[in-house]
C-alpha cells in the first residue's frame, strides 16, 4: 500500500509542476495558491489513506470525514470538565474539592456563598456533629503529632497526622518529587517514597521520608528480584529515612504487583531500581521473603533489627477479612508487632492501574479501617499499633471521619498533587502529563517550577491542618483522641439517620481473645490460619 501512496504524491506533484511550469507568473506570486495545493495535496493524501487501511472501519467507509469522530473522542473528557461538568459531579474528585484543595495551596479566600451544593437529604450525606459547647480553635493543639514505634521500636518518629502517601519517582517526575519533599521540609511533615525506591530528588531537599518497599523489593534488591539485607540496611541507614513500610498491597490494584510502563523507565530510574530501562515494570503479587502470616511478622521484626530500631509498618488493601484476623493472631502468638499498619481503601490510587481492579477490587476505605480497628481493639493489639488511613483524603473533615472511625494519621496522595497544581487531566499513565507531574518527559517537567510549589505543598498542608483543628474545636474537644464513631452522621436513607456508631460498632478491647467474638466476624476467625494466607 505504501507504494500506492508514493505513486499518488508523485502523480499529484507533477500535476502542480506541470501548472507551475506552465503558469510559473500566477503561481510564484500568489502564496495563496501555493498553500491551497498544498492543503489540497495533504486531504487527498489523507482521505486516500483512510480508504486503503484496514484498522478503523469508520475511516475507511467515511475518508477524512470520519477524522471528527477521533477528534471529537479525544476533546470529550475536556469538553465534559470545563463546559458540562457540575461543581459536584465530577469523578474522582468533584470541582468543589478540586478547588478547595487550590485554594489552599495558593493562600486564596475559602469561604463559600449562598450555602452548601451538596443535597443534605441525599442518601451517603454525612456531617460532624458539632456542640453548644464549642471552644476556640487556639485552645486546640495546632500541630498535631502522633508517635509512632511501641516498645520494641528505639527510633521513635513524631509523624504530623498528615503526610505525603506513596507515589513513586517514576510514577512522578523528578520535578514533582523535589517540590513535594521540600514541601515536607517547610511543613513539618513526612514524604513517603513509593515503592520505586529512594532517588536523589528524594533526598536533595532533607525533607523526612517513609521509605516504601515492595514486592519488586527496589533499594534493598538482588539481582534475581529477591529482599537483599545488605541494600535494605544501606537504605534504612539514611539519615531522613524516619519510617520504613512494606507495601503488601494497594488500594488502586489490590492484589497486582506495580506498574510502571516503559516509556515511563528512564535510564535514571531504571538504574535506582536495579533493572532494565524502556521496560515495562510489573512487579509480583506477593512477596517471596516471607510466605505465611507468621512469617511475615517475623519478617517485620527482622526489618526492625536491620534498621537499628525504626518504626516499621505496612501497607495493605484489605481482601480476605480472614487473612488480617490471621495476621492478628499470628502478633498475639509472637508478641511482635509492627509500629504502624497503613489501610489503603480501594478507592485509592493516583497511577497505572487495570481498570477491573480500580473499579472492583479491594475494600473500600471505611468499611476497611472499622474492620481493621475492630479486630485489633478484638485482639488488644491497638495499643501497639498506630493505624494511617489512606484513600481520597482532601479536607479537613476527611481526616476527622478517619480519626472518629480508629485511624491514628492519614496519609493524602491526589490532595498533594492537586496542591502541585494537578489539573485532573487522567493522563497519568501515558507520559503525557500537562502539569509535568507524573511525566518523564522533560519538556513536560520543566513547567513545574519547584520553587513556587513546594511552597503550595507546604501551605495546602498546613490549611488543611487548621481547618481540622477548627472542626475539632466545634466538637467542644481540644484533644483528637477524644472523638469517636458518635460523632460523624451519615443518611442511610432519606429519612433515617445514623451514627458510624450504629453503623460500624465496635468490640471490646481483649473480645476475642475471651472468646466473645461477634457473629459477623465469627467465620472469619475460625478459618485465620497462622500459617496460610490461602483460608
Same mark, same amino acid.
Given at each position: 500500500?505504501?507504494?500506492?501512496?508514493?505513486?499518488?504524491?508523485?502523480?499529484?506533484? #507533477? #500535476?502542480?509542476?506541470?501548472?507551475?511550469?506552465?503558469?510559473?507568473?500566477? *503561481?510564484?506570486?500568489?502564496?495563496?495558491?501555493?498553500?491551497?495545493?498544498?492543503?489540497?495535496?495533504?486531504?487527498?493524501? =489523507?482521505?486516500?489513506?483512510?480508504?486503503?487501511?484496514?484498522?478503523?472501519?469508520?475511516?475507511?467507509?467515511?475518508?477524512?470525514?470520519?477524522?471528527?469522530?477521533?477528534?471529537?473522542?479525544?476533546?470529550?473528557?475536556?469538553? %465534559?470538565?470545563?463546559?458540562?461538568?457540575?461543581?459536584?459531579?465530577?469523578?474522582?474528585?468533584?470541582?468543589?474539592?478540586?478547588?478547595?484543595?487550590?485554594?489552599?495551596?495558593?493562600?486564596? *479566600?475559602?469561604?463559600?456563598?449562598?450555602?452548601?451544593?451538596?443535597?443534605?437529604? @441525599?442518601?451517603?450525606?454525612?456531617?460532624?456533629?458539632?456542640?453548644?459547647?464549642?471552644?476556640?480553635?487556639?485552645?486546640?493543639?495546632?500541630?498535631?503529632?502522633?508517635?509512632?514505634?511501641?516498645?520494641? !521500636?528505639?527510633?521513635?518518629?513524631?509523624?504530623?497526622?498528615?503526610?505525603?502517601?506513596?507515589?513513586?519517582?517514576?510514577?512522578?517526575?523528578?520535578?514533582?518529587?523535589?517540590?513535594?519533599?521540600?514541601? =515536607?521540609?517547610?511543613?513539618?511533615?513526612?514524604?513517603?517514597?513509593? @515503592?520505586?525506591?529512594?532517588?536523589?530528588?528524594?533526598?536533595?531537599?532533607?525533607?523526612?521520608?517513609?521509605?516504601?518497599?515492595?514486592?519488586?523489593?527496589?533499594? !534493598?534488591?538482588?539481582?534475581?528480584?529477591?529482599?537483599?539485607?545488605?541494600?535494605?540496611?544501606?537504605?534504612?541507614?539514611?539519615?531522613?529515612?524516619?519510617?520504613?513500610?512494606?507495601?503488601?498491597?494497594?488500594?488502586?490494584?489490590?492484589?497486582?504487583?506495580?506498574?510502571?510502563?516503559?516509556?515511563?523507565?528512564?535510564?535514571?530510574?531504571?538504574?535506582?531500581?536495579?533493572?532494565?530501562?524502556?521496560?515495562?515494570?510489573?512487579?509480583?503479587?506477593?512477596? &517471596?521473603?516471607?510466605?505465611?502470616?507468621?512469617?511475615?511478622?517475623?519478617?517485620?521484626?527482622?526489618?526492625?533489627?536491620?534498621?537499628?530500631?525504626?518504626? %516499621?509498618?505496612?501497607?495493605?488493601?484489605?481482601?480476605?477479612?480472614?487473612?488480617?484476623?490471621?495476621? !492478628?493472631?499470628?502478633?498475639?502468638?509472637?508478641?511482635?508487632?509492627?509500629?504502624? *499498619?497503613?489501610?489503603?481503601?480501594?478507592?485509592?490510587?493516583? +497511577? =497505572? =492501574?487495570?481498570?477491573?481492579?480500580?473499579?472492583?477490587?479491594?475494600?473500600?476505605?471505611?468499611?476497611?479501617?472499622?474492620?481493621?480497628?475492630? !479486630?485489633?481493639?478484638?485482639?488488644?493489639?491497638?495499643?501497639?499499633?498506630?493505624?494511617?488511613?489512606?484513600?481520597?483524603?482532601?479536607?479537613?473533615?476527611?481526616?476527622?471521619?478517619?480519626?472518629?472511625?480508629?485511624?491514628?494519621?492519614?496519609?493524602?496522595?491526589?490532595?498533594?498533587?492537586?496542591?502541585?497544581?494537578?489539573?485532573?487531566?487522567?493522563?497519568?499513565?501515558?507520559?503525557?502529563?500537562?502539569? +509535568?507531574?507524573?511525566?518523564?518527559?522533560?519538556?513536560?517537567?520543566?513547567?513545574?517550577?519547584?520553587?513556587?510549589?513546594?511552597?503550595?505543598?507546604?501551605?495546602?498542608?498546613?490549611? &488543611? %491542618?487548621?481547618?481540622?483543628?477548627?472542626?475539632?474545636?466545634? &466538637?467542644?474537644?481540644?484533644?483528637?483522641?477524644?472523638?469517636?464513631?458518635?460523632?460523624?452522621?451519615?443518611?442511610?436513607?432519606? &429519612?433515617?439517620?445514623?451514627?458510624?456508631? @450504629?453503623?460500624?460498632?465496635?468490640?471490646?478491647?481483649?473480645?476475642?481473645?475471651?472468646?466473645?467474638?461477634?457473629?459477623?466476624?465469627?467465620?472469619?476467625?475460625?478459618?485465620?490460619?497462622?500459617?496460610?494466607?490461602?483460608?
Amino acid at each position: 500500500m505504501r507504494k500506492q501512496f508514493i505513486y499518488i504524491s508523485v502523480a499529484i506533484n #507533477m #500535476m502542480i509542476l506541470f501548472v507551475i511550469i506552465n503558469n510559473p507568473s500566477f *503561481i510564484l506570486s500568489n502564496t495563496m495558491a501555493l498553500s491551497a495545493v498544498g492543503v489540497i495535496e495533504f486531504l487527498i493524501l =489523507a482521505g486516500l489513506y483512510d480508504f486503503f487501511q484496514t484498522k478503523r472501519t469508520i475511516l475507511r467507509n467515511y475518508p477524512l470525514i470520519g477524522r471528527a469522530r477521533y477528534i471529537m473522542e479525544a476533546l470529550r473528557p475536556k469538553i %465534559i470538565q470545563y463546559f458540562v461538568e457540575s461543581d459536584i459531579d465530577g469523578r474522582p474528585i468533584s470541582r468543589i474539592y478540586r478547588n478547595v484543595v487550590y485554594q489552599r495551596a495558593k493562600g486564596d *479566600i475559602q469561604s463559600i456563598p449562598f450555602g452548601t451544593q451538596l443535597n443534605v437529604y @441525599e442518601e451517603g450525606y454525612e456531617w460532624l456533629s458539632h456542640s453548644l459547647g464549642a471552644i476556640n480553635s487556639s485552645e486546640c493543639d495546632n500541630q498535631i503529632k502522633v508517635k509512632v514505634g511501641n516498645s520494641l !521500636c528505639t527510633q521513635n518518629y513524631n509523624a504530623s497526622i498528615m503526610n505525603i502517601s506513596a507515589m513513586s519517582f517514576g510514577s512522578l517526575s523528578q520535578n514533582a518529587i523535589l517540590a513535594l519533599n521540600a514541601g =515536607a521540609k517547610i511543613g513539618g511533615f513526612a514524604h513517603n517514597t513509593g @515503592e520505586g525506591g529512594i532517588s536523589p530528588y528524594h533526598l536533595e531537599n532533607k525533607g523526612d521520608l517513609i521509605w516504601q518497599f515492595g514486592t519488586g523489593y527496589f533499594g !534493598c534488591r538482588s539481582d534475581d528480584g529477591t529482599f537483599n539485607k545488605e541494600k535494605y540496611k544501606d537504605s534504612s541507614s539514611i539519615e531522613t529515612v524516619k519510617m520504613i513500610e512494606m507495601k503488601l498491597s494497594q488500594g488502586a490494584k489490590p492484589g497486582h504487583g506495580g506498574i510502571l510502563p516503559a516509556k515511563k523507565n528512564t535510564p535514571e530510574i531504571a538504574k535506582i531500581r536495579g533493572v532494565e530501562p524502556y521496560t515495562s515494570i510489573i512487579s509480583p503479587s506477593y512477596h &517471596t521473603a516471607f510466605k505465611t502470616p507468621i512469617e511475615l511478622i517475623e519478617f517485620v521484626q527482622l526489618l526492625r533489627e536491620l534498621s537499628n530500631g525504626k518504626p %516499621i509498618g505496612f501497607k495493605m488493601c484489605i481482601g480476605s477479612r480472614a487473612e488480617f484476623i490471621a495476621i !492478628c493472631k499470628a502478633m498475639v502468638e509472637t508478641e511482635i508487632y509492627p509500629d504502624f *499498619i497503613v489501610i489503603d481503601g480501594g478507592e485509592g490510587g493516583t +497511577g =497505572a =492501574a487495570p481498570m477491573e481492579y480500580s473499579n472492583s477490587v479491594g475494600m473500600p476505605l471505611r468499611e476497611a479501617l472499622a474492620f481493621a480497628v475492630n !479486630c485489633l481493639h478484638g485482639f488488644n493489639l491497638k495499643q501497639h499499633i498506630r493505624i494511617v488511613a489512606s484513600g481520597k483524603i482532601l479536607t479537613g473533615f476527611d481526616i476527622i471521619k478517619n480519626i472518629c472511625m480508629g485511624a491514628d494519621m492519614v496519609n493524602s496522595a491526589r490532595g498533594m498533587m492537586l496542591s502541585l497544581g494537578c489539573i485532573q487531566a487522567l493522563e497519568c499513565n501515558k507520559n503525557i502529563c500537562p502539569t +509535568g507531574i507524573t511525566t518523564q518527559d522533560p519538556n513536560l517537567m520543566k513547567g513545574l517550577d519547584v520553587n513556587n510549589k513546594k511552597d503550595r505543598v507546604a501551605r495546602y498542608h498546613n490549611e &488543611t %491542618i487548621h481547618s481540622m483543628i477548627d472542626l475539632l474545636s466545634a &466538637t467542644g474537644q481540644n484533644d483528637i483522641s477524644k472523638i469517636n464513631r458518635t460523632h460523624i452522621f451519615r443518611r442511610v436513607s432519606s &429519612t433515617e439517620i445514623k451514627t458510624y456508631d @450504629e453503623i460500624y460498632p465496635m468490640i471490646d478491647t481483649g473480645a476475642f481473645l475471651e472468646g466473645n467474638i461477634p457473629k459477623a466476624y465469627l467465620q472469619d476467625f475460625n478459618i485465620a490460619n497462622i500459617n496460610s494466607f490461602i483460608s
